[in-house]
């Protein structure tokens, strides 16, 4: 490398130390992390007084409805993809209701009274929990 070469090379490497940190700062700033909230929470799960039915455990609690299931997940679920199932009265899972991500609560519509519900995740092929409802 010849002086001219060494001279841009110094200048390149010292503008990418100062502007990578800078462009990383921006593209963190406008992230929106999910923040478990237990006020914001409770005003998004309907009144259990009209639940058919409540059941819960460390993980979820749930509040059966006459058509909805409504879900309040506690704690994270360490897995990356946990899927919903209801469960018939032989316990094989019926219908799927979706994917549960985060803390917080979710609301499924269901045609009839599942005999319990599962959460499973389909990556590690195991079941998280079981709740017979």
Not at 3 to 12: E, G, M, S
Not at 51 to 69: G, Q, R, S, W
Not at 73 to 99: F, P, R
């Amino acid at each position: 490398m010849n002086a001219k070469q060494r001279k841009v090379h110094f200048y390149t490497w010292l503008f990418l130390i100062l502007a990578v940190p800078v462009l990383i700062f921006f593209a963190v700033k406008d992230l929106s992390f999910n923040s478990f909230n237990q006020k914001s929470l409770t005003n998004s799960i309907p009144n259990s007084e009209y639940a058919v039915k409540t059941v819960e455990n460390d993980l979820i609690k749930v509040f059966v409805y006459k058509n909805k299931l409504a879900i309040e997940v506690k704690t994270t679920v360490k897995s990356a993809s946990t899927l919903l199932y209801t469960i018939d009265t032989k316990e094989n899972k019926d219908m799927l209701l979706g994917q549960i991500t985060t803390p917080g609560s979710y609301n499924f519509s269901i045609e009839k009274l599942p005999a319990g519900i599962i959460l499973y995740d389909t990556l590690k092929d195991e079941l998280i929990t079981k709740l017979k409802l």
